[in-house]
């Protein structure tokens, strides 16, 4: 089975260099986790996190991943030999509202680090598309 992340990362391939490249990826990452740890918005997000290995494995693992999904080297898949959202979140229960918090943090994360908007117009895209996959609970 083709990796769910395939067919978009191929379609970034320049991304990675847009958000800045190993730099500009972690910034982001850290960013992020930082709004999901500091602010309101993040709280669902949080206690996702804190269900599972962590927000500081999260910090890493997201890290490795958006590298490789934004088109530069696959850490992620380099480490665990894939690179499919939906095999890495099976174990967790994700439902709209933290799927909706998820992506709030992240848009504010893109304004923070200061991305243009078609750059942040590409991501938010694109991380929609991922975000919407990964929903497998109803409540």
């Not at 991304?15 to 850290?30: F, M, S």
């Not at 962590?54 to 890493?60: M, T």
């Not at 934004?70 to 959202?85: C, F, I």
Request: hydrophobic share 40%; with cysteine.
């Amino acid at each position: 089975m083709q990796s769910t992340s395939t067919s978009v990362e191929s379609a970034n391939a320049n991304l990675y260099n847009l958000v800045g490249g190993e730099n500009g990826i972690r910034r982001l990452v850290e960013t992020f986790y930082d709004i999901v740890e500091q602010h309101p918005e993040g709280e669902p997000v949080s206690v996702l996190h804190l269900r599972g290995h962590g927000i500081a494995h999260s910090r890493v693992e997201q890290f490795n991943f958006l590298s490789g999904f934004l088109g530069g080297p696959n850490l992620y898949a380099e480490k665990y030999g894939h690179s499919n959202v939906r095999t890495m979140h099976e174990h967790v229960e994700i439902n709209a509202k933290a799927k909706d918090a998820w992506l709030v943090c992240m848009d504010m994360a893109i304004d923070e680090v200061g991305l243009g908007p078609d750059v942040k117009s590409k991501l938010m895209a694109n991380f929609t598309v991922v975000a919407e996959l990964l929903v497998n609970r109803n409540d």
